[in-house]
């Protein structure tokens, strides 16, 4: 049985399409919380959260307020 349900560790764009920001993610199986830690690519606060989990996967700066969306990886080279 797998640990975790949901990974992710992905760099972010700014809004100039400059890869700035970082967002580590993962799910406990059978919880539907994430534990996200975050640099946010507008801004650059930092900061550890958790948060209900839902796709697509989504989070909102506390700093600036900008949200950063992470699409599925289907189909792209990882």
């Keep these: 049985m797998a640990l ?3 990974v992710t560790n992905r ?3 700014n809004k100039k399409g ?3 920001g ?3 993610a993962f799910v406990k ?3 539907d ?15 550890h959260i958790t948060q209900p989990f ?17 699409p599925k990886l289907k189909g792209k080279k990882k």
Excluded: H, N, Q, W
């Design 4 to 6: 975790y349900s949901y």
């Design 11 to 13: 760099t972010i764009p």
């Design 18 to 20: 400059e890869e700035t």
């Design 22 to 24: 970082k967002v580590r």
């Design 29 to 31: 199986t059978g919880s």
């Design 33 to 47: 919380t994430a534990e996200v830690d975050y640099t946010c690519a507008e801004c650059g606060k930092a900061e």
């Design 54 to 70: 839902k796709r697509p996967f989504s989070l909102k700066c506390r700093a600036c307020g900008v949200v950063m969306k992470l």
